[in-house]
């Protein structure tokens, strides 16, 4: 089973995996932690906001915390992966690296010049939505051109189960031929990119005993966040601000789910003017309520707190980043 992860690695899944998996926002449940010493005020700096309602201009919704580590492909509240060994960007940049000279050297021997630039270093831009916790969307400009519909174009990412490890691959089939794609990818299992994979994961621990210890954390974190009274005193004063505006929601999975929002599909988006409204007023009331800042720092501070107690069964997370960087680099040192 690949790691935990790589459930991050796309915002489209992390969408779908939300629908179908997250309790319900308005949990009445008492929190396992009544200790909890959160102070949301913390995290805000003073608000440039001024006061107008859908303007289209993006405005800062969540702080930039730096105690708070970005995710793989910025997602505003990481995993407890990210405090347990996550790739920073120069890492990541060995690993792409050895991934393209590998692929380079093998499409060679098989008489191809290889059409994929070397990979630069990657830094990813804050998603304007937030998946986790049914927060949804927190962008401004998002909210005008898309309202709660889900632009795929805004999502695509480079990395899926096939590639845990998130290595950029090359997009450029339309130069090439069928000779040259079934080499790339097809022949020898998987091609020279499968290849080139397996060079960078050759020893890789396994890490099917944590893999259950993350996703209890994730689910238990969240949960315990539903019930924070810091988390609950947001809600309602996001749902306050909506109703004083006119929309009726208890909750932001109220509202995008009103317009069956973020729906994973093909389709352009092509939202009506009340969902617009509908959702340039959410991104306001989250201003407002800073719902976002404080979901944020309350569930990393749970899952913190609980990848804490399960710490020796995650070092794994460390020992696996350490053999792949440990490939890459001996891949980089033979075919540099």
């Known amino acids: ?37 959160v102070d949301p005020s913390s995290l805000y700096s003073a608000s440039n906001d001024d006061g107008t309602t859908g303007t289209p201009t993006v405005l800062p919704v969540v702080s930039d915390d ?4 970005a995710g793989q492909t910025g997602e505003l509240v990481p995993g407890v992966y990210a405090a347990l060994g996550e790739l920073n960007p120069e890492q990541k940049l060995i690993l792409n690296k050895a991934f393209h000279l590998q692929v380079k050297r093998c499409m060679k021997d098989q ?9 630069e270093l990657e830094v990813s831009e804050r998603s304007p939505i937030l998946f986790d916790g049914y927060i949804g969307i927190l962008d401004v400009d998002y909210a005008q051109r898309f309202g709660y519909q889900a632009d795929m174009e805004t999502f695509a990412t480079g990395a899926d189960d096939d590639n845990p490890v998130g290595i950029r691959e090359g997009g450029n089939e339309s130069r090439s031929t069928p000779e040259y794609e079934f080499a790339l990818k097809v022949a020898n299992d998987g091609g020279c990119r499968g290849q080139a994979m397996r060079s960078i994961e050759q020893d890789r621990p396994s890490e099917d005993e944590s893999t259950p210890v993350l996703a209890r954390i994730y689910q238990e974190s969240l949960k315990a966040t539903y019930a924070d009274p810091d988390y609950k005193k947001a809600i309602s004063s996001w749902s306050s601000c909506m109703r004083e505006a006119g929309f009726n929601y208890t909750t ?23 969902e617009i409204n509908t959702a340039l007023q959410d991104v306001e009331c989250k201003r407002s309520s ?19 107690q399960d710490r020796p069964m995650l070092e794994v997370l460390d020992e696996v980043n350490d053999q792949l960087l440990r490939n890459a680099q001996k891949i980089i040192r033979d075919l540099g």
Do not use: Y
């Not at 489209?12 to 926002?25: D, E, I, P, Q, W």
């Not at 008489?111 to 990979?119: K, V, Y």
């Not at 069956?260 to 009340?274: K, N, S, W, Y």
């Open 111 to 119: 008489g191809f010049t290889l059409l994929d630039p070397p990979p």
């Open 1 to 37: 089973m690949t790691r935990t992860r790589a459930t991050s690695l796309t915002i489209a899944v992390c969408a779908m995996l939300s629908l179908c998996l997250l309790t319900a926002c308005e949990t009445d449940s008492t929190s396992s932690h009544p200790g909890n010493e």
């Open 66 to 69: 730096k105690a708070i580590p």
């Open 290 to 308: 800073r719902l976002a800042d404080v979901f944020r720092r309350v569930f990393w501070s749970h899952q913190m707190e609980m990848a804490e």
């Open 252 to 274: 932001p999975e109220n509202a995008f789910a009103a317009f069956d929002g973020f729906l994973v599909t093909h389709e352009r988006p092509a939202p009506t003017d009340e």
